[in-house]
């Protein structure tokens, strides 16, 4: 039986608020110094679990050639930008290390490089820590065994259902990691009104379901020590991979899916204080994070109120807003490209 957080982030990251629909989190100092080497250690950690997924098994114990293994794969990813194919985590890496540079929010000629900022990783640890999910497919993974093109949300896993937590839920979840909270929210609203579609969501789930056999049988499963919890694994993904079917309805599985969108984003509450157990530093990081909401709720209620009757993103989405203010977007990339880089390189 392994943790339920397994990557132990309460050691690290606070979760402040955890509701329904929001859930915000936090990392603190020490001695008055931000805890960023615990923070770029901690997302590390969960790269062997990002890129492999369950396809090769439970893989929280781990060797440092699977991580070696993992951060090539990452690096490798690669997208079509006219007609060249650039790696992103590698072009990302070269701004971010070799040029001590930034990737700007409004930048939309370098939009396509947001993804090598490691907001999907980010994303993937908070739902295995927080909301003790488990990951139903790795893009990473197939990106690298098979080459295609695997689904296009940053996060399909399984959890708990936010209504009923004795049921299961599809979790697709998209993540931005921005200088600016309002930006990055900004952006989450729009990944809603361009994902939630018929024909991308059908195109999606079709895409997704191809992956059904892609799991080790449970009688090929070599680690004793974690096969009943992978036997429960399969039997959830199969309710999911059920759940997908193209012969049911659209609203049916939107009813039993879960959208957590993350903003990992720089907070001047941590260039002005140094203590995150102070009453001043809670006050202004609880007011940023209520601004946010607000501006969150009126923005997604705007959006609504433009696209058409009956399309899926009119009916009643189960969204939870994750929102995770950092001292610096740009110093928290740079340090996490550093030391995965050397990573893959040793």
Do not use: W
């Not at 939009?111 to 790795?138: A, C, M, N, Q, W």
């Not at 259902?161 to 600016?180: A, D, F, R």
């Amino acid at each position: 039986m392994t943790n339920k957080r397994p990557f132990a982030s309460e050691k690290v990251i606070t979760e402040h608020i955890s509701e329904a629909d929001l859930k915000t989190y936090f990392v603190g100092f020490d001695f008055g110094k931000y805890r960023y080497d615990e923070l770029v250690d901690l997302i590390l950690d969960v790269i062997v679990d990002f890129a492999f997924g369950f396809h090769e098994g439970i893989l929280l114990e781990y060797n440092r050639r699977m991580l070696i293994e993992a951060a090539k794969s990452i690096y490798g990813i690669k997208t079509k930008v006219k007609s060249d194919e650039i790696e992103i985590f590698l072009e990302a890496k070269k701004i971010y290390v070799d040029q001590n540079s930034d990737i700007q929010d409004e930048d939309i000629e370098k939009k396509y490089l947001k993804r090598g900022e490691f907001g999907e990783v980010i994303l993937h640890l908070l739902l295995r820590d927080f909301i003790e999910t488990v990951p139903l497919i790795s893009k990473i993974y197939f990106k690298d065994t098979d080459g295609g093109t695997v689904h296009g949300f940053d996060a399909v896993h399984i959890g708990p259902s936010v209504s009923n937590q004795s049921k299961i839920s599809l979790y697709l979840g998209e993540s931005k990691l921005y200088n600016y909270g309002k930006t990055g929210v900004r952006e989450l609203i729009s990944d809603i009104k361009n994902h939630f579609k018929r024909d991308f969501l059908r195109r999606e789930f079709a895409l997704i379901s191809k992956k059904q056999t892609s799991f080790i049988k449970s009688d090929d499963y070599e680690d004793k020590n974690t096969l009943e919890e992978y036997k429960r694994f399969l039997e959830k993904k199969e309710r999911c991979f059920h759940l997908l079917d193209k012969k049911n309805k659209l609203q049916d599985i939107l009813d039993s899916v879960t959208i957590p969108l993350l903003c990992t984003y720089t907070s001047n509450a941590f260039n002005s204080h140094d203590n995150e157990e102070t009453k001043e530093f809670i006050e202004e990081y609880e007011k940023e994070i209520n601004e946010l909401k607000t501006y969150f709720d009126k923005e997604l209620k705007r959006m609504k109120e433009e696209v058409e009757d009956g399309a899926p993103v009119k009916t009643n989405l189960n969204i939870i807003l994750m929102l995770f203010p950092v001292p610096s977007k740009k110093e928290l990339v740079k340090r996490l490209h550093t030391k995965l880089y050397h990573q893959q390189r040793s």
